[in-house]
């Protein structure tokens, strides 16, 4: 299974996510000034399920299916990220209806976005559940897609590898580039679709 670490497309794409990620969940991750309690009352276990969840909910939105895999489980000093890679081709042509089909599934679950990158060549949707939980879509290199949830404070534990198996090989590092094709997301021809807007109030 997989071991704890950070694909070179969240990497590539840090710049991307550095705003991004201040305004989706940061905040979710500060303890209480005066220490590091957690601002949640489950464990690290149980705070990677629930990211778990989230993304299985995504990915099953996402019609017609895409492939993904694992790309890693961290933690820190009270928080967990789990995430996951799209290893199908989404062309440029079919990129604004895929986000915007994410996008659009985020906000029916309720979840408030934070934030949306319009880059054309790397654009990224960050977005915030209820409880504290930010979730976010980034587009890398080659225009694959990452997934990754990020858990508010919560209490330490151990935390088993993700119980949901991939729907494709479950590579270990390195992942290669996006190498399943797919008639609808791959397909160059355009069509219409609704792109990621911009969450009220932003530019």
Same mark, same amino acid.
């Given at each position: 299974?997989?071991?704890?670490?950070?694909?070179?497309?969240?990497?590539?794409?840090?710049?991307?996510?550095?705003?991004?990620?201040?305004?989706?969940?940061?905040?979710?991750? %500060?303890? @209480?000034? /005066?220490?590091?309690?957690?601002?949640?009352?489950?464990?690290?276990? #149980?705070?990677?399920?629930?990211? =778990? $969840?989230?993304?299985?909910?995504?990915?099953?939105?996402?019609?017609?299916?895409?492939?993904?895999?694992?790309?890693?489980?961290?933690?820190?000093?009270?928080?967990?990220?789990?995430?996951?890679?799209?290893?199908?081709?989404?062309?440029?042509?079919?990129?604004?209806?895929?986000?915007?089909?994410?996008?659009?599934?985020?906000?029916?679950?309720?979840?408030?976005?934070?934030?949306?990158?319009?880059?054309?060549?790397?654009?990224?949707?960050?977005? %915030?559940? @209820?409880? /504290?939980?930010?979730?976010?879509?980034?587009?890398?290199?080659?225009? #694959?897609?990452?997934?990754?949830? =990020? $858990?508010?404070?919560?209490?330490?534990?151990?935390?088993?590898?993700?119980?949901?198996?991939?729907?494709?090989?479950?590579?270990?590092?390195?992942?290669?580039?996006?190498?399943?094709?797919?008639?609808?997301?791959?397909?160059?021809?355009?069509?219409?679709?609704?792109?990621?807007?911009?969450?009220?109030?932003?530019?």
């Amino acid at each position: 299974m997989k071991k704890a670490w950070v694909t070179p497309l969240i990497l590539a794409s840090s710049v991307i996510m550095l705003v991004g990620c201040n305004a989706a969940s940061s905040a979710s991750k %500060q303890a @209480p000034e /005066g220490g590091r309690e957690a601002v949640m009352n489950i464990t690290m276990q #149980q705070a990677g399920e629930r990211a =778990d $969840s989230m993304l299985d909910a995504t990915l099953k939105a996402i019609k017609p299916e895409v492939n993904w895999t694992h790309s890693g489980t961290s933690k820190g000093s009270c928080d967990v990220s789990r995430s996951r890679t799209v290893m199908t081709i989404i062309s440029k042509e079919r990129r604004g209806n895929f986000l915007g089909v994410v996008q659009r599934f985020w906000e029916k679950s309720g979840y408030v976005i934070k934030s949306v990158n319009k880059s054309e060549k790397f654009p990224a949707i960050f977005a %915030q559940s @209820p409880d /504290g939980f930010g979730i976010s879509l980034v587009v890398g290199g080659a225009g #694959q897609v990452a997934f990754e949830v =990020d $858990s508010p404070c919560v209490k330490p534990s151990e935390v088993a590898e993700p119980a949901t198996p991939a729907n494709g090989p479950d590579y270990d590092y390195p992942i290669p580039r996006p190498n399943v094709h797919s008639d609808f997301w791959s397909s160059t021809s355009p069509i219409s679709s609704a792109s990621p807007t911009t969450p009220t109030g932003e530019g």
